[in-house]
């Protein structure tokens, strides 16, 4: 090497934290907030649309077969809806996440965040300026809040965040705290995430139940929006 030569710069790694990634709000509270929304998004539209689900596609494939044997107060139009809505979003989110792989799970998580909350505003405003029960009104806050849900659930099973891979269900989360806890094989008696997730989902439940039977739909669709919008603001990288 001669005196005017430099050492070639090692290249970088592209998974590497930038300086800021760890600033913010961990991803556990938010993931734990967004679990609640989730519960808060399905009293919406289960009370308020129907009985339909846009978050929880378990129960939404139980609503379904209620619906094709015809039961009363069920919907197979909206419910297949809801679940080709929440399947679309799906896909867009891993399209999304395997574009970004190279990315922060910070950046990953706002991105989504940020087009999760324009979602919820527009089915806020749909709910807003129009009448609850209209076809239209009922088929476009389906559409929107599955899309959304769809989406983040294929963010947040990138993000792997141990204890917390979804945001929308907690079956599996109950049955891990039975089958580790001192009663089931003891491997970890304690764990206070999963604990949080169902909690969280029971708080947005009661919350959204409140604020439909109390108020216009276009209230907990905008605080939902509201939280998301937060969160993309806030998230950091660290669990």
Do not use: W
Not at 126 to 140: E, F, L, R
Not at 215 to 223: F, G
């Amino acid at each position: 090497m001669t005196g005017t030569e430099h050492p070639t710069e090692p290249p970088r790694d592209p998974q590497a934290r930038g300086p800021h990634d760890g600033r913010g709000l961990r991803l556990v509270p938010a993931l734990l907030a967004l679990t609640a929304m989730s519960g808060l998004i399905d009293a919406v539209t289960y009370l308020g649309l129907g009985h339909v689900f846009t978050a929880n596609m378990t129960g939404n494939v139980v609503v379904l077969g209620f619906a094709a044997a015809g039961a009363p107060g069920f919907s197979v139009p909206h419910t297949a809806a809801s679940l080709a809505c929440f399947l679309l979003g799906a896909a867009t989110g891993g399209r999304v996440t395997r574009r970004m792989g190279a990315r922060s799970r910070r950046t990953l998580a706002r991105v989504t965040l940020g087009a999760e909350a324009l979602l919820l505003v527009a089915a806020a405003a749909v709910a807003a300026v129009t009448a609850d029960d209209a076809p239209a009104t009922v088929y476009t806050i389906i559409a929107l809040t599955a899309f959304a849900m769809g989406l983040r659930n294929a963010t947040v099973r990138k993000l792997a965040v141990r204890g917390l891979t979804t945001t929308t269900v907690v079956t599996m989360t109950l049955t891990g705290l039975a089958a580790d806890s001192r009663a089931g094989d003891g491997t970890r008696p304690h764990s206070p995430r999963r604990a949080g997730s169902v909690t969280a989902m029971f708080a947005g439940a009661v919350l959204g139940a409140v604020l439909v039977l109390h108020h216009d739909l276009s209230v907990p669709l905008l605080l939902a929006a509201v939280t998301s919008a937060v969160l993309a603001c806030t998230v950091a990288d660290r669990d």
